[in-house]
């Protein structure tokens, strides 16, 4: 007699059963340019380093467009559809790919990282900047060479009296003074000021500008979606027009700083910066760093 119910799937040894459906996962090493699937979030890349970050090992993967993420080494993993727990290289693989890592990352000036390396003891010499948003900027894009150097920045809260700034810093041999001035244009006042104060110590202190009102104006326009930055009127605070232009709230300071913040958020590296600038930045640094 037929069973109108059909089996029980309980029935039998079925526990062994999802046991053997359930593929294994195996253990692979994190060899340099291995594709592998992140399961939980889909993201597929190669392998380009494994190393040891919060005292956990984590596996960078570059995607196609060439955007690194990293990865908790261990499983979750897929290889060609297969499930497997990365591991982390041995011996002579370690090796390669710490070699390569070394050789391939750059900061965001675009110079080769100094890996494991302690910041030096800062120098006597220093580079000076007009405002906080100056040093801001700077530090996020050189932040490591100087770093590296032992360079500090430090804000002058305008230049209207630079000759003064550099009498007070007492620059010489072995304190070279660096300073970095918005709008040093042929005609502007600015230039009148860097010629006044190029008079007091010329052999240890080089005062260089960048054409832009303001060191917002060095970040490219792109980034913010613009072709060129506008024009403001001269009646108008230049920052205030440029946050009104962009439909940005402008009217205290602290929507000032806001809009500065979100400007600097689009900035990932040098190449996100105008050469005016970026030509200026790396001259100080010669300039403070070089042996007397």
């Known amino acids: 007699m037929s069973d109108r119910y059909g089996k029980d799937v309980l029935s039998g040894d079925w526990k062994s059963k999802g046991r053997l459906s359930r593929p294994t996962s195996q253990a692979l090493e994190a060899t340099r340019g291995t594709v592998v699937e992140d399961v939980e979030t ?23 467009r060439g955007k690194v993420k990293a990865f908790p080494l ?36 675009g110079s080769v990282a100094v890996h494991d390396g302690k910041a030096k003891v800062a120098l006597a010499s220093r580079i000076f900047v007009e405002g906080r948003h100056d040093a801001e900027l700077v530090e996020k894009v050189w932040g490591h060479d100087l770093r590296v150097e032992g360079v500090v920045v430090e804000p002058l809260d305008g230049v209207d009296d630079l000759a003064a700034a550099i009498r007070e810093f007492s620059p010489g041999r072995g304190r070279r003074m660096g300073v970095l001035v918005d709008h040093l244009v042929p005609g502007s006042k600015e230039s009148r ?9 010329p052999d240890h202190v080089l005062v260089v500008g960048h054409p ?20 403001i009127p001269r009646s108008m605070e230049w920052k205030r027009g440029i946050c009104a232009h962009l439909g ?37 640094i010669d300039f403070v760093t070089a042996p007397e």
């Open 193 to 201: 000021i860097v010629a006044e104060a190029n008079r007091v110590a």
């Open 74 to 109: 261990g499983p979750g993993f897929h290889v060609d559809g297969r499930p497997v727990t990365l591991t982390a290289p041995k011996g002579a693989q370690r090796a390669a790919l710490a070699t390569v890592r070394q050789q391939s990352s750059r900061t965001a000036s």
């Open 212 to 231: 832009y009102v303001d060191v917002w104006q060095s970040v490219r326009p792109q980034r913010l979606g613009m072709d060129a930055w506008p024009t």
């Open 248 to 284: 940005w709230a402008h009217e205290t300071q602290a929507d000032i700083a806001r809009a500065w913040k979100q400007i600097l958020g689009t900035v990932r590296s040098y190449a996100d910066l105008e050469p005016a600038l970026l030509g200026r930045v790396e001259e100080l």
């Open 42 to 64: 889909g993201w597929v890349g190669a392998v380009v380093s494994v190393e040891k970050a919060g005292g956990v090992h984590v596996v960078h993967l570059e995607d196609r």
